[in-house]
């Protein structure tokens, strides 16, 4: 495999073979560090999606939305039935504060590449 792009996430790494169009995903933080390898080709769609805790009504009069944003994940929706892949990237259990919007704004540009790569419309 020859990488052209990659990300370390903390526990996980990601990187990109775009002439092969696969994407390995290694996550670091198991004893038994086994790769996975996502194959762009049986990809249908890759879109980010963020999972909000619960909200009543009368937070939001004094909180913005993204102060509930509990989840940020890089889906993978494959063709012929296969189950979706979700590669975390924000869990606000896990990660600082801070970090957010740098992780968010990795969620989306990868969400982008990958998406051209698949020659489909890009997904939110």
């Not at 390995?24 to 996502?38: N, S, Y």
């Not at 963020?50 to 889906?75: A, M, P, R, V």
Request: proline share 2%.
């Amino acid at each position: 495999m020859s990488f052209s792009s990659h990300l370390d996430l903390g526990k996980m790494i990601i990187a990109l073979d775009g002439i092969k169009k696969c994407l390995l995903v290694l996550d670091t933080g198991r004893e038994v560090k086994r790769p996975t390898i996502i194959d762009l080709n049986e990809v249908a769609v890759v879109a980010v999606k963020k999972s909000y805790g619960s909200i009543t009504q009368e937070e939001l009069n004094y909180k913005g939305l993204e102060q509930f944003l509990e989840k940020i994940d890089l889906q993978f929706e494959l063709t012929r039935g296969k189950p979706t892949i979700v590669l975390p990237f924000y869990d606000h259990s896990i990660d600082k504060l801070a970090d957010r919007r740098k992780l968010e704004r990795n969620a989306d540009t990868w969400r982008m590449i990958l998406s051209k790569m698949l020659g489909g419309a890009i997904s939110n």
